[in-house]
């Protein structure tokens, strides 16, 4: 059974930092480019950072770069988000998604979605 | 303001069918098969309903179905059901380099 589970979460004044993971089983992860997507409470879904399969290249929405830093250990089967110089608006769920690998190729949709972690930014 | 646009909201008799849209450019939607559905529950992760356009994954209903028009995606959901009362979100790829864009949400509301 696919498993994707977040951790990390918590309250952080502005400034400040926080480190998620997303701990992946039930699949062979380094076959799959992951994302993050945040939710802010009460609004949509909102891209925020993508790593290809190796690790090797990253991207980020434009409203996190140079503040956010996503990597993996394939060894571990792990995602992380590193993020930094927290501000109000970065406040919300995030979820890591996992990228459809099918065939040894790789796809453009998200068939598996973690739990969510909080992370609320607040003096 | 999301890349993608879909409307706010969109409502229905249990029995109708509804259309959601989302409108893009030809970076994103109109240039590439590569736009996926998701269906949310208040407090729940989204879950794939569509993916490349058209297709879906197994287990999801046949009364799910996708289609596109130039920029323009759209999801049918037809027989309603109470249970389909959701937000419902597209996302396509792009050739931005931020690799994907999101619609801004659709709320579905079952009368």
């Given at each position: 059974e696919v498993q994707l589970v977040e951790s990390g979460g918590g309250l952080v004044q502005p400034g400040g930092s926080l480190r998620l993971s997303c701990a992946a089983s039930?699949?062979?992860?380094?076959n799959h480019p992951m994302h993050w997507v945040r939710q802010a409470p009460g609004k949509g879904l909102e891209y925020v950072s993508a790593i290809n399969s190796k690790g090797v290249n990253t991207y980020y929405a434009n409203s996190v770069k140079g503040r956010f830093t996503i990597s993996r250990d394939n060894s571990k089967n792990t995602l992380f988000l590193q993020m930094g110089s927290l501000r109000p608006e970065d406040m919300g769920v995030y979820y890591c998604a996992r990228v459809g690998y099918d065939s040894g190729s790789i796809q453009y949709y998200y068939d598996y979605w973690g739990q969510g972690a909080l992370v609320t930014v607040s003096s | 303001q999301s890349a993608l646009t879909q409307p706010a909201s969109v409502s229905g008799s249990p029995g109708q069918s509804i259309t959601i849209s989302c409108t893009g450019t030809s970076s994103d939607v109109g240039g590439y098969n590569f736009v996926s559905w998701y269906q949310q529950y208040p407090g729940k992760a989204p879950k794939l309903i569509i993916f490349d356009v058209s297709n879906r994954p197994s287990g999801i209903s046949n009364r799910f179905s996708g289609s596109r028009s130039g920029n323009t995606a759209s999801l049918t959901i037809s027989g309603l059901q109470a249970e389909d009362e959701a937000d419902y979100y597209c996302i396509s790829y792009t050739s931005a380099s931020t690799l994907r864009v999101f619609g801004g949400g659709t709320k579905l509301t079952v009368l």
């Open positions: 039930g699949f062979t992860f380094s | -």
